[in-house]
């Protein structure tokens, strides 16, 4: 049974960071993609950042490049998401996913996605 737990978000003011964290349980082969999502209130899942584990290579949704940094760490089994200059826009609840490879997939689509943790409050005050 694969679990995600995603950690690390907060209350902050503008222009500050947060280091979110996704420890990963139960994935039993590298082979897959990790994505960061965010909802807001009233909005649409959105995917913000995506790394394929195998080869490092990362994706960022056009509104966070630039401020946000996905990254990995294999031996934890953890995924993180660096925000920087953060912006109230960036209030959300933020979730970590994973999912298998395959043809045609778009890591930055919740769609494709299988698992999820519960998410983490991330909230941006001026």
């Known amino acids: 049974q694969v679990q995600l737990v995603e950690s690390g978000g907060g209350s902050v003011q503008v222009g500050g960071s947060l280091r979110l964290s996704c420890v990963v349980d139960?994935?039993?082969?590298?082979?897959?993609?990790m994505g960061w999502f965010r909802q807001a209130p009233g909005k649409a899942r959105e995917g913000v950042a995506a790394?394929?584990?195998?080869?490092?290579?990362?994706y960022y949704a056009l509104s966070v490049k630039g401020r946000f940094t996905i990254s990995q760490d294999v031996a934890m089994n953890t995924v993180y998401l660096q925000i920087d200059s953060l912006k109230p826009e960036d209030t959300a609840i933020y979730y970590c996913?994973?999912?298998?490879?395959?043809?045609?997939?778009?890591?930055?689509?919740?769609?494709?996605?299988?698992?999820w943790g519960h998410g983490t409050q991330v909230t941006v005050s001026s």
């Open positions: 996913a994973a999912t298998a490879p395959t043809g045609g997939l778009w890591p930055l689509s919740a769609d494709n996605y299988k698992y």
């Open positions: 139960g994935y039993g082969t590298s082979d897959h993609y």
């Open positions: 790394i394929y584990i195998p080869n490092d290579r990362t």
